[in-house]
T-cell receptor, first 114, second 115 residues
Framework: NAGVTQTPKFQVLKTGQSMTLQCAQDMNHNSMYWYRQDPGMGLRLIYYSASEGTTDKGEVPNGYNVSRLNKREFSLRLESAAPSQTSVYFC?????????????FGPGTRLTVL | AQKITQTQPGMFVQEKEAVTLDCTYDTSDPSYGLFWYKQPSSGEMIFLIYQGSYDQQNATEGRYSLNFQKARKSANLVISASQLGDSAMYFCAMSPSGGYQKVTFGTGTKLQVIP
């Protein structure tokens, strides 16, 4: 099992460019999440998908959109990148969204917006 | 609003010694889960241990144990017999009764194990 995979690992964008971060899990999990990690601030939830076909905003959703393509895949899109979106992005999944079971994280995507 | 506080930005421990990483939390939810994650320099987040608010006993996973003191709202991570590979950032997190959509992470503690 690969667990949670993310692509790309690194990306440099110019202000205003768009891109999509891809995430897939092979653990048959119902819930998936996108976080960003900034220095000194821990992880913050951007969007989550409690189950296939549903998505909801987290703590910091502005400037992002998501798509739960199927049970395996959950993508994060930046429509018009801004320097404030320079961060490390993590995708995660869990069996359900109850918060009482483990979240599995992908390796992260390091994004720089110039 | 809920909050996780990790007051130790950085810590050193001698190899083979035990170390305690502090975590305090604040929530009004009666039911919640507490987690610890390890983030080595390679960047991935690794789940270490989980404690439910209604669990009677402190959680243990190998060399990791969670010292849960509900009345004091603390959930300290204890690592016994530290190894060089334990050098990493450690994050405390809490999910309230609303589940992962309301999870809160602390700012982390950087642990360095000295040979």
């Amino acid at each position: 099992n690969a667990g949670v995979t993310q692509t790309p690992k690194f990306q440099v964008l110019k202000t205003g460019q768009s891109m999509t971060l891809q995430c897939a899990q092979d653990m048959n999990h119902n819930s998936m999440y996108w976080y960003r990690q900034d220095p000194g601030m821990g992880l913050r939830l951007i969007y989550y998908s409690a189950s296939e076909g549903t998505t909801d905003k987290g703590e910091v959703p502005n400037g992002y959109n998501v798509s739960r393509l199927n049970k395996r895949e959950f993508s994060l899109r930046l429509e018009s990148a801004a320097p404030s979106q320079t961060s490390v992005y993590f995708c995660a999944s869990s069996e359900d969204g109850s918060g009482y079971n483990e979240q599995f994280f992908g390796p992260g995507t390091r994004l720089t917006v110039l | 609003a809920q909050k996780i506080t990790q007051t130790q930005p950085g810590m050193f421990v001698q190899e083979k010694e035990a170390v305690t990483l502090d975590c305090t939390y604040d929530t009004s939810d009666p039911s919640y889960g507490l987690f610890w994650y390890k983030q080595p320099s390679s960047g991935e987040m690794i789940f270490l241990i989980y404690q439910g608010s209604y669990d009677q006993q402190n959680a243990t996973e190998g060399r990791y144990s969670l010292n849960f003191q509900k009345a004091r709202k603390s959930a300290n991570l204890v690592i016994s017999a530290s190894q060089l590979g334990d050098s990493a950032m450690y994050f405390c997190a809490m999910s309230p009764s609303g589940g992962y959509q309301k999870v809160t992470f602390g700012t982390g503690t950087k642990l360095q194990v000295i040979p």
